[in-house]
């Protein structure tokens, strides 16, 4: 683990969050979502988050590139297209340092807490959680597929490793995603060359250790041209 995000990890003494007031509610967001949803989205994240710029503040540790955090959700069993995706797919906010993300991190629901069709979505800034985005295109993603109960827990370890650069493939790493399903949940995560297989090898092995998966654990490679032709075959 990256020794920043070691002196952070269990600070839950809100010092991140000294500089802010007690903000009113007509100053806070939340992720929307339906009204069945409304007691899983209390934590909110205050907009002075949203409007900041991406850039280390004093003091702060920076990280090696900057993310975004997004939001999707979506009545499952109706076709999704590209543009009515890119519609419904919401900005949560970015950030440049492990403070800031703890900032929106400690905010937001957990994974485990959400219900139906929705997942969290975390890309570096600039790159859409989108197959057609000119940098994932040629990429794909290591799908896992989870029993309920394990995707909070799987989703901070990778998104740390993430962050954190333990992949070790260089620029490589689009993002990562949780898929929140009725009967399961999905983790996976994005890279921008599918046909390095040298590449694709490595980061399937980092997140087997992240994750501390079985040995007998199915994952799945899928490249975004495949899920192109899949999706628009339907």
């Not at 990280?63 to 999704?80: E, I, K, M, V």
């Not at 989870?146 to 954190?164: P, T």
Request: glycine share 6%.
């Amino acid at each position: 683990m990256n020794n920043k995000f070691d002196a952070l990890k269990d600070d839950d003494s809100g010092d991140h969050d000294q500089d802010q007031s007690s903000p009113k509610d007509s100053e806070k967001i939340k992720i929307e979502d339906d009204e069945k949803e409304q007691n899983t989205t209390k934590k909110k994240v205050t907009s002075s988050f949203l409007l900041q710029m991406a850039v280390p503040g004093a003091g702060e540790h920076p990280l090696q590139y900057n993310y975004t955090f997004w939001y999707s959700r979506r009545t499952p069993g109706r076709p999704a297209s590209t543009q009515s995706y890119e519609q419904n797919i919401k900005q949560i906010g970015s950030f440049a340092s492990v403070e800031q993300f703890w900032r929106f991190y400690s905010h937001m629901i957990r994974p485990g807490d959400l219900t139906g069709h929705s997942d969290f979505h975390l890309f570096k800034e600039g790159i859409k959680p989108m197959w057609e985005d000119d940098a994932n295109k040629m990429g794909g993603k290591w799908i896992i597929r989870l029993r309920k109960g394990l995707a909070s827990r799987c989703w901070e370890n990778l998104i740390l490793a993430m962050l954190g650069e333990q992949f070790m493939v260089g620029e490589e790493i689009c993002g990562a995603v949780v898929s929140v399903r009725f009967q399961e949940d999905i983790i996976s995560i994005w890279n921008k060359t599918a046909s390095d297989q040298a590449t694709t090898a490595r980061i399937r092995d980092t997140l087997r250790r992240v994750l501390n998966l079985p040995p007998n654990t199915i994952m799945e490679y899928k490249t975004h041209t495949d899920s192109i032709k899949y999706n628009t075959s339907m």
